[in-house]
């Protein structure tokens, strides 16, 4: 999972996109990076670390022009410590492209061989965005028939990516002396929207991953960029669009809603605060049916995801809701670092509780979900040793049973607590004296409550169904023996 921007702006962008990069810090922790154009140069910035700790003053200066991309990491295909691994991309041939991707390709090591042995292009990383930014340069080579790219050459190398791609891929890039691109994956598995802002010099464009990076910056959210469709942005401020994919079906990646996105954001047409009050409406009615409210004293969110469906849950089951673990916000995201001995490490830095509201009670924890087991069982251990009674745990998703192959680092059963295991046996693992799990199909139909136009879900980490139809037990095998 990555964060991407792109703005065209009629004043220097170099802040901007800093300060977009920063609200969509939440999305990789990894590494972050800037590409603008300006006077018929790239200019670019990049490194391993936080936004913040990446950028100098004098990186800035030389980040000029009115038009940029940028890029916040974190790293499911590749290593995580190649720093050649940051993005923005740039590749010379043809016209000169910046580009920056987030999700990740299914078929990029088949996609990296075809491209050195039919399109004579050479990768020199391990990562799939590197691959899709070669693929899309050789489409645009193929379509180009002048020494300038029309809009409908564009439009057609576009059409071709999706044909040859496939996985989740929402894409921001910059073509010397055209403009900007971008687009979306057939299925909309990742997201990314279009923002508005009308200032005295003109109308001015923002693409992003979430709608809090348009938001925050002062630009009006005007859509999501749909399924397969793609945008161009010309050098004039002049936007165009097209669909290019031939089925183009909205599958977003369930995960966001529950976990990725920030609370603030709006994807595909739905609050992600509002979608996980809804969640907690659902799970409520869950753990009505399987724990007994009267042994329950207290309801408690692990922060800060699971914040608005705690909330909610004790709401409707007219249950106490008190806060007990208060965060250190200088603490990266666990789910997201890489290696799990360094999860394991961080969850204690991370979270500390407050005796006081665990002495001697009964408490129900709501996550919003529970992936290897590593958090939720320190969780557990933290309540006890803070004076709790019995500990119950309730999760507003289901049992994470499945590798996740579009972007979110998960990619091996065998990680996964639920994998092999029921309920009750995940709660001996995790040391509770009860759990209580969303259901799918309640999750599902929280989302669709607030957006019934959406298709689908991509929800393959719960149900094992890839709703690009291309991956199966001996994709999951290979992949699991080269994280191995």
């Known amino acids: 999972m990555c964060g991407v921007v792109g703005v065209v702006a009629r004043g220097p962008v170099n802040q901007l996109i800093y300060d977009s990069l920063l609200l969509l810090q939440h999305r990789g922790q990894d590494a972050a990076g800037l590409a603008t154009w300006h006077d018929q140069f790239f200019s670019m910035y990049k490194g391993p670390g936080l936004v913040r700790d990446v950028f ?45 991707h987030n999700g990740n390709l299914t078929n990029w090591q088949e996609l990296r061989a075809e491209l050195f042995t039919v399109d004579r292009r050479h990768i020199n990383t391990n990562s799939d965005s590197e691959v899709l930014l070669n693929v899309y340069a050789h489409e645009l080579q ?43 994956d057939p299925n909309g598995i990742r997201p990314l929207c279009l923002g508005r802002n009308d200032s005295e010099l003109g109308t001015e464009w923002m693409l992003a991953s979430e709608s809090v990076a348009l938001t925050g910056c002062g630009f009006e959210l005007v859509r999501d960029v749909e399924p397969g469709e793609a945008i161009i942005i010309d050098l004039d401020g002049n936007l165009h669009s097209r669909q290019c994919a031939e089925l183009a079906r909205l599958n977003p990646c369930v995960f966001e809603y529950v976990y990725f996105a920030r609370p603030d954001s709006t994807l595909d047409g739905i609050s992600i605060y509002d979608a996980r009050l809804h969640m907690g409406e659902y799970l409520a009615d869950n753990v009505a049916k399987s724990l007994r409210l009267a042994e329950i004293d207290v309801v408690m969110p692990i922060p800060d995801s699971a914040r608005p469906s705690a909330m909610q849950l004790a709401a409707r089951l007219n249950l106490t809701y008190r806060e007990g673990f208060i965060k ?34 009964n408490v129900l924890l709501v996550d919003d979900s529970i992936v290897r087991g590593t958090t939720s069982r320190q969780i557990v251990e933290m309540a006890r040793a803070a004076g709790a009674n019995k500990v119950f745990f309730a999760s507003a998703a289901p049992p994470v049973r499945f590798p996740n192959v579009y972007g979110i680092d998960m990619p091996t059963q065998s990680e996964l607590i639920a994998t092999g295991r029921d309920v009750d046996q995940i709660a001996h693992e995790i040391g509770a004296d009860g759990l209580v799990f969303q259901s799918l199909e309640d999750m599902e139909r929280s989302l669709l409550d607030l957006n019934p136009a959406i298709n689908g879900f991509e929800a393959s980490c719960f149900n094992g169904q890839y709703v690009t139809g291309d991956v199966d037990q001996a994709y999951l095998a290979k992949l699991a023996a080269s994280r191995a």
Do not use: C, W
Not at 67 to 95: C, K, L, M, W
């Open 328 to 361: 250190n916000r200088y603490i990266g995201r666990t789910f997201i670092m890489p290696g799990q001995e360094v999860r394991k490490k961080s969850v204690r830095q991370k979270l500390s509780a407050i005796p006081m509201e665990f002495r001697g009670k």
């Open 142 to 184: 193929e379509a180009a028939t002048g020494a300038e790219l029309s809009l409908d050459e564009v439009f057609t190398a576009v059409s071709n990516v999706h044909r040859r791609a496939r996985g989740a891929y929402a894409v921001i890039s910059q073509i010397a002396n055209f403009g900007m691109v971008a687009f979306r």
């Open 56 to 100: 100098r003053t004098r990186n800035m200066r030389t980040l000029q022009g009115n038009s940029g991309i940028g890029h916040v990491r974190y790293p499911t295909a590749g290593a995580s410590d190649n720093p050649d691994e940051a993005q923005p991309f740039y590749a010379n041939a043809p016209f000169g492209i910046s580009f920056v």
